[in-house]
């Protein structure tokens, strides 16, 4: 069965510290991988996606994202945080034959201390 | 280009009522979602169409929750009647179709900014 896993429900970080999150899936064909986020009272925003190639993908805001396919992981990085990156961040699977279904994770809220 | 639009962004009822939620996909995307998602559960797949047609509704939580969608640039999500455990933000997302002529197909989901809902 395809599912996402998002271990941390809840990180603090303090500003200008470096942020891992992490992500785990199952699913039984290659995936497309995604990392959205979600300020508080909005809607989600892609931050990046893996689809194929090079498994260090770059996103929007600093931020990227390593496929390992061993792992079954797709952690998202920042190498240094910022105020306005506290949000709720959502890991996502999905697979463009099966209709575009998407599968999300529970979401990782992230707080960033002074 | 504009976004998905969602209405209400809020709304408030009271237990019984007969709830619509609104939703007007990306010009262009053949693939609509909508999601609920609440705190104890998060993100949930209500249902999705593509086409037009709904193709998975098995999240649907029970017969009170209906969807439609009569075109390509308008769905519904309809509750009644409402009951207080229906409270949540609803999400309406859309996407190209894979393979979709005429697109950029990205792969991702555009969502809108939500509707609110309350019930009381």
């Known amino acids: 069965a395809q599912s996402v896993t998002q271990p941390d429900i809840h990180i603090t970080v303090s500003e200008g510290a470096s942020l891992e999150l992490r992500c785990n899936y199952s699913y039984g064909a290659t995936p497309y991988l995604f990392w959205y986020v979600q300020s508080p009272g909005q809607g989600l925003q892609l931050l990046l996606k893996?689809?194929?190639?090079?498994?260090l993908v770059q996103g929007i805001k600093g931020f990227e994202a390593e496929f390992k396919r061993s792992q079954s992981s797709f952690n998202l990085r920042k190498p240094s945080v910022h105020w306005s990156d506290a949000a709720e961040y959502f890991c996502?699977?999905?697979?463009?034959?099966?209709?575009?279904?998407?599968?999300f994770g529970t979401g990782t809220s992230l707080t960033v201390i002074p | 280009d504009a976004g998905v639009i969602q209405s209400p962004r809020h709304e408030v009822t009271e237990m019984g009522q007969e709830v619509t939620l609104r939703c007007k996909p990306i010009s262009g995307h053949n693939s609509l979602f909508w999601y609920r998602q609440t705190m104890m559960r998060g993100l949930e797949l209500l249902i999705y169409f593509n086409n037009n047609v709904p193709i998975d509704d098995s999240g649907m939580p029970e017969d009170r929750f209906s969807a439609k969608m009569p075109n390509a640039s308008f769905s519904t999500l309809k509750i009644q009647p409402s009951e207080p455990r229906d409270s949540a933000v609803y999400f309406c997302a859309s996407s190209p179709t894979p393979g979709q002529s005429g697109t950029k197909d990205t792969g991702e989901l555009f969502f809108g900014e939500g509707s609110r809902l309350t019930v009381l």
């Open positions: 996502a699977v999905g697979a463009r034959w099966t209709g575009n279904q998407f599968y």
């Open positions: 893996y689809f194929s190639g090079d498994t």
